[in-house]
């Protein structure tokens, strides 16, 4: 399965501080993206890197992207409660010669005020 | 408008019902998705729409009928379902069928008894 591996699988943070979580695929990519899935509800787009593309920011979001390892990460700085989610990364599996993506086994982080 | 509209919220249908979800979108994306998501499991993909057309099934069983009536409007007919199939069920759309960010439905919670 290309399905990409994250870790950790829970991650519990006072306010204030960074969150970083880790994403690891198997194949080549296109590009990855990042999404937060509050509680039973929709997945939010936050980010997408291209494999041509090292690093990327968004306000308080950095996402890093190394080819070479097959890997990515996610930081989140100075992390509020409203932040607690989980955070999925996602792949865009090229080998079947169309266009899906897919999501990675999760990351659920918890903000304590 | 940039939005994914999902009705209904939540659903509990028997076994020998049928029913449907309904998925519409409004910002001009010509393809359209449908996930399965499990209890603190990442979205697995079911079905892609490009254009109107069906053009990824990821070996899904019958008794879930997908139907794009125009490029608005995605469609999830359900029959025979069984209690294993209660999960939340997500709808995205994209710009086209490549590299792009999905914007996702906030989802159906389907329970079936």
């Known amino acids: 399965s290309q399905q990409g591996e994250e870790d950790p699988q829970a991650l519990s943070i006072q306010e204030g501080e960074n969150a970083t979580m880790n994403c690891s695929y198997k194949?080549?990519?296109?590009?990855l993206q990042w999404y937060r899935q509050n509680s039973g509800r929709g997945l939010v787009h936050l980010i997408l890197?291209?494999?041509?593309?090292r690093e990327k920011h968004s306000g308080r979001l950095r996402v890093t992207l190394d080819t070479s390892k097959k890997s990515s990460s996610l930081l989140i700085t100075a992390s509020r409660a409203a932040d607690t989610a989980s955070y999925f990364c996602?792949?865009?599996?090229?080998?079947?010669?169309?266009?899906?993506?897919?999501f990675g086994t999760g990351t659920r982080l918890k903000v304590l005020a | 408008d940039t939005e994914v509209t999902q009705t209904p919220k939540h659903l509990v249908m028997g076994m020998t019902n049928k029913k449907s979800l309904k998925c519409e979108q409004h910002?001009?994306?010509?393809?359209m998705y449908w996930y399965k998501q499990k209890a603190k499991k990442p979205p697995e993909l079911m079905f892609v729409?490009?254009?109107?057309?069906?053009?990824i099934n990821e070996s899904v069983p019958s008794r879930f009928s997908p139907e794009c009536p125009n490029s608005s409007l995605l469609n999830l007919h359900l029959h025979a379902l069984q209690p294993e199939d209660s999960a939340l069920y997500l709808c995205?759309?994209?710009?086209?069928?490549?590299?792009?960010?999905?914007?996702f439905g906030s989802g159906t919670r389907l329970t079936v008894v």
């Open positions: 995205a759309s994209s710009q086209d069928a490549g590299w792009y960010g999905y914007t």
């Open positions: 194949t080549s990519i296109n590009n």
């Open positions: 890197i291209r494999s041509n593309e």
């Open positions: 996602a792949t865009a599996d090229t080998t079947s010669g169309t266009y899906k993506y897919i």
């Open positions: 910002m001009g994306h010509r393809a």
């Open positions: 729409y490009s254009y109107e057309k069906l053009s």
